[in-house]
């Protein structure tokens, strides 16, 4: 979660509204409900609120006064328990709320217990839905059902020390063979810092590599997952970032590694941003795409972020549809931005900030170039919950498995959750 988000198709996720019907109600938010009363939100609670909080508080000021005797209750639930929150949704539709906010990689779950409704035909009808990409509807989609609207955005790049790079006579590096030599000569020259923060238990620093190799989550066994594999994890040496102190590192502590002022380079996301400025690396940075294998090319990333929904138990599908479009609208991501930094999905927002703001350049270019995402499978919570993928790095990052191993013994797991 915390993406979500080719990508001026995925940068493409937009709706805006046109008057619902007021037929009778059904599970699709366009049709029907009443058209006034109390409309019930959750969002995310975040860190500090307090922003997030004021751009939702203008939003519902400006709905309620373009809908007479309607009001907006808005609860912001805490991440951690949102599993169990929506499950007791689900099951009693008289507590539950209308419109949610919920991880992309949430889907899978929330939509075989059929607790989300359907989005294509509010989708359809709204002016800027049809700026909703390809890619962009594939993470929200499932089994050819709309069930979200990508709200915001998040990927990761790779964050250099402007620094270190102009002392050593050093360029961005542009392929992952040059990002390997690079590493190693940080390493070598600055022996106090690793040459690129990489973690054993950094799944989506990891992915990038398999997936630029050919390979997938869902094929770790095959020859090109393995090959991908092993250029990450070669990475985890002692010419670079030592095993003993690199093989337990998760992407958070990457982040402060780097913003730490020791590492080199780093693979961050744009919601990283706050943290590296906050560190010792400030303002000696600057952020390039992930390269891929192919000199030029950039790896895919993972499209992370979140979604906006309307539960299928919504007494009020129709006022549901017009509350989220406009909080998912231009005007409402772009605020977000301001407050937050989230990455805006609809191409007008993206264009916009990154005109104003040169740092979302690598990301959008990384966007642009594709993205990937987990199977959209419900059977995906388990493999998550059972951290198969960062047990599988960090068994060869230690030396207790080689690659072939690793990956079998994953394959075989994610295979058995996947049901295959």
């Known amino acids: 979660m915390k993406l979500r988000l080719a990508v001026a198709a995925v940068l493409a996720v937009g709706l805006s509204a046109c008057a619902p019907s007021t037929s009778s109600p059904s599970s699709l938010p366009s049709d029907g409900g009443a058209r006034s009363g109390t409309l019930k939100v959750w969002l995310f609670d975040e860190p500090n609120r307090a922003p997030k909080e004021a751009v939702v508080k203008d939003a519902v000021a400006e709905f309620t006064a373009s809908h007479p005797d309607t009001k907006v209750e808005v609860a912001y639930i805490a991440v951690d328990t949102r599993s169990e929150r929506f499950k007791g949704a689900f099951n009693d539709p008289a507590s539950a709320p209308d419109v949610v906010e919920y991880g992309n990689t949430d889907l899978p779950e929330y939509a075989a217990a059929g607790g989300l409704a359907d989005l294509g035909p ?21 089994q050819g059902t709309l069930l979200g ?7 990761r790049a790779l964050y250099y020390r402007t620094d270190i790079f102009q002392e050593l006579g050093l360029k961005p590096p542009a392929s992952i063979a040059e990002l390997t030599s690079t590493a190693r000569t940080i390493r070598q020259k600055k022996p106090d810092m690793f040459g690129v923060a990489v973690g054993g238990k950094y799944t989506y620093a990891a992915m990038p590599f398999v997936w630029d190799a050919g390979g997938d989550i869902t094929s770790l066994d095959s020859a090109q997952s393995r090959a991908g594999l092993t250029a990450y994890t070669n990475l985890i ?39 590296v400025d906050a560190g010792a690396a400030k303002g000696k940075y600057a952020v390039v795409p992930l390269p891929g294998s192919k000199p030029g090319s950039i790896a895919p990333a993972f499209a992370g972020g979140n979604n906006l929904g309307i539960m299928r138990n919504s007494q009020r599908p129709a006022l549901a549809g017009d509350f989220l479009t406009l909080l998912a609208g231009k005007k409402y991501q772009t605020r977000m931005y301001e407050a937050m930094g989230n990455l805006p999905t609809l191409k007008s927002a993206s264009t916009e900030v990154a005109a104003k703001d040169p740092f979302l350049k690598p990301f959008v270019a990384t966007i642009a170039a594709g993205t990937k995402f987990v199977p959209l499978d419900p059977g995906w919570g ?13 068994k060869v990052a230690t030396g207790r498995a080689t690659v072939d191993q690793a990956t079998a013994e994953a394959a075989k797991q994610i295979d058995a959750a996947l049901g295959k």
């Open 122 to 142: 509010t989708v359809s009808r709204w002016a800027e839905g049809a700026d909703l990409g390809a890619e962009a509807k594939a993470s929200a989609t499932y």
């Open 382 to 394: 388990k493999v998550d919950a059972s951290a198969v993928l960062p047990t599988m790095i960090e």
């Open 237 to 275: 040496a002692p010419d670079n970032c030592p095993p003993q102190q690199c093989a337990d590192l998760t992407g958070g502590k990457t982040v402060d590694l780097f913003a730490g002022g020791k590492a080199g380079m780093g693979i961050l996301g744009n919601f990283n941003r706050a943290a």
């Open 149 to 155: 609207v990508p709200w915001f955005l998040g990927v």
